[in-house]
């Protein structure tokens, strides 16, 4: 079986999202027979094929590898950052043309979950969209399930303090909420920032709804999130998020932002979303959630309806079957 070796810019150790899923590739692929290294660049490693999350990230390891070795085989995965970009932003022509270089050097480019096709011709031209590929990011629930909390319903934040992730915009909305009600926000996410860190503390010193965990280890953080009753999801922009596939693993209903990183894998027409930045429509929809039965079972019913796609064995299916055009 060929040697593959998996690019992630983020260190070994971390618990970013890139670093989550290639260390889980890595296990699927190692399932298949293939002996594989999990690297965060390219060093002239002995590999065949290689995969790299990340486009612009990764790009210096996709150039090296490809000039090293012309024709073997080279997978793409396609991240957030890698075509949600602020057109305005000082940087956006330069990583609009490495992503697309990086995509044009790619033999195959993995989305994490369906892509628009805006998001493909920002990446590729029209002619090139068949080398696209979907890979849904399967998850598994922890193997001890946590109770719910009597007299509380909480909801659950997973996602670091990023501007990407607008992380305390779940503890905002909660505070719009009514005396009466029992929501509390469970977050789980490192502050990489110092100003990051100073928000956090303050809104868990002002706001009695609000508690924040810091870092987890992955098993701690899922078994939190199974006995919450909601994952608010209220990102900017996102690739795949992992973490709407644990929720949909624990059997726990989603609210998130109207985002295509979303509606790729939930649907366009789920009825949990709210718009970018809307704190009022996020504390309305956690109040609904909180209060209206049928609406929570709606979208619980709806969630358990696409949890075929974050199956393990789904994924492993997916990436025999993109092993198999490459032999």
Not at 232 to 239: F, H, K, L, Q, Y
């Amino acid at each position: 079986m060929p040697r593959i070796g998996i690019v992630t810019p983020a260190p070994p150790g971390s618990q970013a999202g890139n670093r989550v899923t290639a260390e889980r590739w890595a296990e699927l692929l190692r399932a298949l027979g293939n002996p594989v290294s999990v690297l965060t660049e390219y060093r002239d490693e002995d590999i065949e094929i290689l995969v790299a999350l990340h486009a612009v990230k990764s790009a210096p390891s996709v150039e090296r590898f490809a000039a090293r070795h012309p024709g073997r085989p080279v997978v793409v995965a396609i991240t957030g950052t890698d075509i949600h970009r602020d057109p305005s932003t000082a940087d956006y022509d330069r990583h609009h043309a490495i992503a697309r270089r990086t995509a044009a050097v790619a033999d195959r480019i993995v989305f994490l979950r369906e892509p628009t096709s805006e998001e493909r011709g920002w990446l590729l031209d029209a002619p090139a969209w068949p080398k696209c590929r979907v890979i849904y990011q399967s998850a598994e629930p922890p193997l001890f399930r946590r109770q719910s909390r009597a007299g509380k319903f909480e909801v659950c934040v997973l996602g670091h303090l990023r501007a990407v992730k607008d992380p305390f915009r779940t503890a905002e909305a909660s505070r719009l909420l009514p005396p009466e009600s029992r929501v509390r926000v469970l977050h789980v996410g490192a502050a990489f920032a110092s100003e990051m860190e100073a928000r956090a503390w303050q809104e868990l010193a002002e706001n009695l709804r609000y508690r924040w965990y810091g870092e987890l280890p992955r098993d701690d953080a899922l078994h939190l999130l199974s006995g919450c009753r909601l994952l608010a999801m209220t990102s900017r922009s996102e690739g795949g998020p992992s973490a709407v596939s644990e929720a949909l693993a624990c059997g726990v209903p989603v609210v998130s932002t109207r985002i295509s990183g979303v509606t790729g894998l939930l649907g366009d027409g789920y009825p949990g979303y709210f718009p970018v930045g809307g704190t009022a429509e996020l504390a309305r929809l956690l109040w609904r959630c909180e209060t209206t039965p049928a609406f929570y079972d709606a979208l619980k019913e709806w969630c358990d309806g696409r949890r075929h796609l974050i199956e393990p064995a789904r994924e492993m299916e997916s990436w025999r079957a993109l092993m198999d055009e490459f032999l």
